[in-house]
């Protein structure tokens, strides 16, 4: 059974920086792509960014130039770092493999 883990949420000022982190267990991490989605009350769940079992990225145009996503395959562990958050990226960020979820971590950025 996979189990995600979510931790590094929290709250920011606008400018802020925070990094998340996924550790990953009960798979061969290295071998999925892995992806990091977020949810606003009242608005749907989107795509954040992704990474490739290659390490090819993908990002949401609302996070391009402020957002990266790594993986560290030694450690099971997927990062997404932001940077310069706005209040309109405050959200419960989920780590997402395949069908699977993490619990979400809060992330809160006050103007």
């Known amino acids: 059974q996979v189990q995600l883990v979510e931790s590094g949420g929290g709250l920011v000022q606008a400018g802020g920086s925070l990094r998340l982190s996924c550790a990953a267990s009960?798979?061969?991490?290295?071998?999925?792509?892995m992806g990091w989605y977020r949810q606003s009350p009242g608005k749907q769940r989107e795509l954040v960014a992704t990474i490739s079992a290659a390490r090819n990225t993908y990002f949401a145009d609302s996070v391009k130039g402020r957002f990266t996503i790594s993986r560290d395959n030694a450690k099971n562990t997927v990062y997404l770092q932001m940077n310069n958050l706005q209040p309109e990226d405050t959200a419960v960020y989920y780590c997402n493999l395949g069908a699977y979820w993490g619990q979400g971590t809060q992330v809160t950025v006050s103007s």
């Open positions: 009960g798979r061969t991490f290295s071998t999925y792509a």
